[in-house]
């Protein structure tokens, strides 16, 4: 049972470029979390989804930065116009079942030049 | 927006040695939850805990629900290399009753460095 897949793994982008990450659930997971994590601090939630619908973006800045989780395929974080402080590493999180504890992929590591 | 201070940052521990650490809140939640990272990974489940005053083992850790619902600790025994990484304790507040909850808060995180 594969869990939460995320690719890719580094992201180099130069800044006014777009970044786009994408999260593959754990298998029977509807749920999907975006975290932000900046260097010796904690994860930062940015937004919850279910299939085709946003949750919770309460931690999502209001601008440049999108989420998706269309009925096919894998959720999509989008961080459009890059600058130098969106440089991070980005968790992608999935929930199920009756206690929805949430599981974390590997990351994406975005460094903007 | 509610805050977890978590204490303490970092810990230099012989081999051997037993570790605590713990998590205070402002605020309250209905659910506890420590994860260990180690570097260049994501935040690996250790324990959960959902109700006031639970006390959870798994191995050698030992994690327990605050009465108040406003903290939590860790204890790690007898520590081994591998323990080696950070430590993060998070809260949850909402699971909702079609399926789902809110996002996690994270304290910072204590860093466990063994010394040889």
């Known amino acids: 049972n594969a869990g939460v897949m995320q690719n890719p793994r580094h992201l180099v982008r130069r800044r006014g470029q777009e970044a786009r990450l994408r999260c593959s659930p754990m298998k029977g997971h509807s749920h999907v979390y975006w975290y932000r994590q900046l260097p010796e601090e904690g994860l930062k939630f940015m937004v919850y989804?279910?299939?085709?619908?946003?949750?919770?973006e309460s931690g999502m800045p209001k601008e440049r930065f999108s989420a998706e989780f269309p009925k096919e395929g894998p959720s999509i974080l989008r961080i459009q116009q890059v600058v130098r402080g969106d440089s991070a590493a980005y968790f992608c999180?999935?929930?199920?079942?009756?206690?929805?504890?949430?599981?974390f992929g590997a990351g994406t590591r975005l460094s903007v030049l | 927006g509610q805050q977890l201070n978590q204490s303490p940052q970092s810990m230099f521990i012989q081999e051997g040695e037993d570790v605590s650490m713990n998590c205070t809140s402002s605020s309250i939640f209905n659910t506890w939850l420590w994860y260990k990272q180690d570097p260049g990974e994501g935040p690996v489940l250790l324990i959960a805990l959902y109700k006031a005053g639970e006390l959870t083992s798994n191995g050698r850790l030992t994690a327990q629900f605050g009465i108040t619902r406003k903290d939590s600790f860790l204890n790690i025994s007898a520590s081994i290399p591998s323990d080696v990484g950070i430590y993060f304790c998070a809260g949850q507040l909402v699971v909702y009753s079609g399926g789902g909850a809110d996002g996690l808060t994270f304290g910072k995180g204590t860093h466990l460095i063994i010394q040889p």
């Open positions: 999180a999935s929930s199920g079942g009756q206690r929805n504890i949430q599981y």
């Open positions: 989804l279910q299939k085709e619908n946003i949750i919770d």
